[in-house]
């Protein structure tokens, strides 16, 4: 039985860390702690886990999962994803991809399969390494920019203040919808993820 693996998005240093585009490696680092593991290095140029996700009940033993996060830059994740993919043999189906999302409202989460990337530029990576756009996804709301702000500026700028006071349950919340999404499958897990 191959193993899912679940990917979170961001770039990489310190520099970065904070930023609202790296909200998908801040779920991966929630889900290293749920699951007791620490990421290490990789030679697909990731850093990665082999984890056992947790049951519904939060029992552990759940489902075998790698999770990872690409050490390259959000813009050419698509390297390390598929060299991931090749390496433990996980087929597209069982691909969450975890992400920044503007076109959803700050601290809501929405899953979905395949689609438009959004001017997403490490979903336009995956897709074009992969040959496909049908794989799962974690969508993480940052909402857009305020007035004229720059897309990419806002993206590349830490949460303000008051969102970073919801942030821990944002992360809490998007750590529960991959899990639910790897338990129930996409259609049972967005009527239950989506109906918050």
Known sequence: MEPWLIV???NPGPGYAGNRHNVGVMVIEEIARRTGSTLKAHRAQALGAS???PQP????GGPAAIIARPTTYMN???GPVK?????????????VVIHDELDIDFADVRLKKGGGEGGHNGLRSI????GTKDYLRVRVGIGRPPGRQDVAGFVLKDFNATEKKELP???D???DATQTLVDLGLADAQNKVHAR
């Open 169 to 171: 349950f944002l992360i």
């Open 127 to 130: 897709s074009s390494a992969l």
């Open 8 to 10: 979170g998005l961001g």
């Open 76 to 78: 050419v994740s698509g």
């Open 51 to 53: 984890v056992r996700l």
């Open 173 to 175: 919340d998007a750590a």
């Open 83 to 95: 060299s991931l993919m090749n390496f433990f043999k996980v087929p597209v189906e069982k691909l």
């Open 57 to 60: 009940s939060g029992a552990p």
